[in-house]
T-cell receptor
Framework: TQLLEQSPQFLSIQEGENLTVYCNSS?????LQWYRQEPGEGPVLLVT?????EVKKLKRLTFQFGDARKDSSLHITAAQPGDTGLYLC??????????FGTGTRLLVSP | DTAVSQTPKYLVTQMGNDKSIKCEQN?????MYWYKQDSKKFLKIMFS???????INETVPNRFSPKSPDKAHLNLHINSLELGDSAVYFC?????????????FGEGSWLTVV
């Protein structure tokens, strides 16, 4: 069974702080996606990374795919209350199946 | 105009009952999914259909039976509901079944079995 472990599980910070969320696995994935889920809604795709070592930026969010395509990180600069939510990484096994991570709940207080 | 819509959004029912959740997507996508999210927010795929054909069937009790009358609809029927079936069920769709697809999720159906 392929597992994606995210850390930390929960993060509570003040507005303006920086943070990093990690997504680790012992399995190799053909691509990795990051989603954000807000209460009462479904997950929404933020980014897809495909190549080992790839770095993508989305405004204040920076995503990196590990060289071996087994892990990924999400770094948020100067967090804002609007960044609050559940962040999920998801690895594509290459068999049209996504394996989701254990999730990181982020709370950004004003 | 909702891209992936599922009904009902909330469902409270007794153990042993049979219930259905309906899902429709208006994105013209070929592939549809059912995911289950448990109380710890862990999201796991249950089924996937591509053009009405079942392509992924995870280890799910056979009390769960998906049905896809056409590629825009994927319904989930659950027989003999158990307490452990309480969860949020998400319908989703993607343009095709290839790797790296963007998956679009519905808003979820909160099922509570009492």
């Amino acid at each position: 069974t392929q597992l994606l472990e995210q850390s930390p599980q929960f993060l509570s910070i003040q507005e303006g702080e920086n943070l990093t969320v990690y997504c680790n696995s012992s399995s190799v994935f053909s691509s990795l996606q990051w989603y954000r889920q807000e209460p009462g809604e479904g997950p929404v795709l933020l980014v897809t990374v495909v190549t080992g070592g790839e770095v993508k930026k989305l405004k204040r969010l920076t995503f990196q795919f590990g060289d071996a395509r087994k892990d990924s990180s999400l770094h948020i600069t100067a967090a804002q209350p609007g960044d609050t939510g559940l962040y999920l990484c998801a690895g594509d096994t290459g068999f049209q199946k996504l394996v989701f991570g254990t999730g990181t709940r982020l709370l950004v207080s004003p | 105009d909702t891209a992936v819509s599922q009904t009902p959004k909330y469902l409270v029912t007794q153990m042993g009952n049979d219930k259905s959740i309906k899902c429709e997507q208006n994105l013209g996508h070929d592939t549809m999914y059912w995911y289950k999210q448990d109380s710890k927010k862990f999201l796991k795929i249950m089924f996937s259909y591509n053009n009405k054909e079942l392509i992924i069937n995870e280890t799910v009790p056979n009390r769960f039976s998906p049905k896809s009358p056409d590629k825009a609809h994927l319904n989930l029927h659950i027989n003999s509901l158990e307490l452990g079936d309480s969860a949020v069920y998400f319908c989703a769709s993607s343009p095709h079944r290839g790797s790296g697809n963007t998956i679009y999720f519905g808003e979820g159906s909160w099922l509570t079995v009492v």
